[in-house]
Nanobody, 121 residues
């Protein structure tokens, strides 16, 4: 049974940092992992993810240079280091796993419950 559990969200001030974690279990090694986020009234959007090789990383333009995705394979955990946070980063952050990957929700069929990140300006 596949399970994705996010943690690490919270309320922070603009300009500060936060690290999200996604503990995975039951996820096949050929699944692609990624982070998405969804702000109130907006569609879920891609934030960062791994390529099919598992080593390449990809970022949304809005977070490039500020966020870093990484993984600890022995711990079955994926991370999202978020630096220089902005008010516009406020959203529920989800980790996702899927056979196809990519930057759209269609490429992922396993989702966590989400963790709230609120950035005060």
């Amino acid at each position: 049974q596949v399970e994705l559990v996010e943690s690490g969200g919270g309320l922070v001030q603009a300009g500060t940092s936060l690290r999200l974690s996604c503990a995975t279990s039951g996820v096949s090694t050929y699944y692609v992992l990624a982070w998405f986020r969804q702000a109130p009234g907006k569609e879920r959007e891609f934030v960062a993810g791994f390529g099919q090789s598992g080593s390449d990383t990809y970022y949304a333009n809005s977070v490039k240079g500020r966020f870093t995705i990484s993984r600890d394979i022995p711990k079955n955990t994926m991370y999202l280091q978020m630096n220089t946070l902005e008010f516009e980063d406020t959203a529920v952050y989800f980790c996702a796993a899927g056979q196809w990957g990519g930057s759209t929700v269609a490429g992922y069929d396993k989702w966590g419950q989400g963790t709230q990140v609120t950035v005060s300006s």
